[in-house]
């Protein structure tokens, strides 16, 4: 089956740097999203990652390793406001969208 | 600007009811999707649509029936709801169905008692 794995929560300081890694199997590979989402709103799109490598904008950034299933979104210079769930999903062979249970990233002073 | 607009934004439905659940876009996208978000489980498809007049079947389709008459609406219908069918629905449009850059509306709660 396909899956896509990521934490369930994590916990980061205002201003530090947070990783959050995205795993997944699924049947084929058209890309990789990261969307965020704050408590009680709807998924917004940050990132599209389809080749190896990093792709940066602003204070957050995406990875992607198509050989390893894995993905990772950065976020420098946490701010308050970045306190939300953040989505992975993967675009499979029919262009269906898979999606992770989101990890939520709780964002301490 | 409105984007893509929901409604209701929530309801509380008696088992056994009717309900649909509105969704426009003014984009003029192509494609469309209906979702729910249940605690702990990821967005999952319900129905899609890739352009209008056509309709596919997502990961959980029964008990939902869609409609695409046109491009800007996508109604996604509840025949006869179950407690099951809690959950906070999202419909999401993109330009088409090969991009995965989703517009969602600000969806819509609803609960089945």
């Known amino acids: 089956g396909q899956n896509i794995d990521q934490p369930t929560e994590m916990t980061a300081t205002e201003g530090a740097i947070v990783q959050i890694n995205c795993t997944y199997q699924?049947?084929?590979?058209?890309?990789l999203f990261w969307y965020q989402q704050h408590a009680g709103e709807a998924p917004t799109f940050l990132s599209y990652?389809?080749l190896d490598g990093l792709e940066e904008k602003g204070r957050f950034s995406s990875f992607l390793s198509r050989s390893k299933g894995y993905s990772y979104l950065l976020l420098k210079e946490l701010q308050m406001k970045d306190s939300a769930s953040y989505l992975c999903a993967v675009m499979d062979s029919n262009y269906q969208l898979i999606w992770g249970a989101g990890t939520k990233l709780i964002i301490k002073p | 600007i409105a984007g893509i607009t929901q409604a209701p934004t929530s309801q509380i439905l008696a088992a056994g009811r009717r309900m649909t659940l509105r969704c426009t876009q003014d984009?003029?996208?192509?494609?469309m999707y209906w979702y729910r978000q249940d605690l702990g489980l990821g967005l999952r498809l319900i129905h899609y649509s890739n352009t209008a007049g056509t309709t596919g079947k997502g990961e959980v389709p029964d008990g939902y029936s869609v409609s695409r008459a046109n491009t800007d609406d996508f109604p996604l219908t509840l025949a006869s709801a179950v407690p099951s069918q809690t959950s906070v629905y999202f419909c999401?449009?993109?330009?088409?169905?090969?991009?995965?850059?989703?517009?969602f509306g600000e969806g819509s709660r609803l609960t089945v008692l």
């Open positions: 984009m003029r996208h192509n494609a």
């Open positions: 990652n389809v």
């Open positions: 999401a449009s993109s330009l088409q169905g090969t991009t995965g850059e989703l517009f």
């Open positions: 699924t049947s084929g590979f058209n890309g």
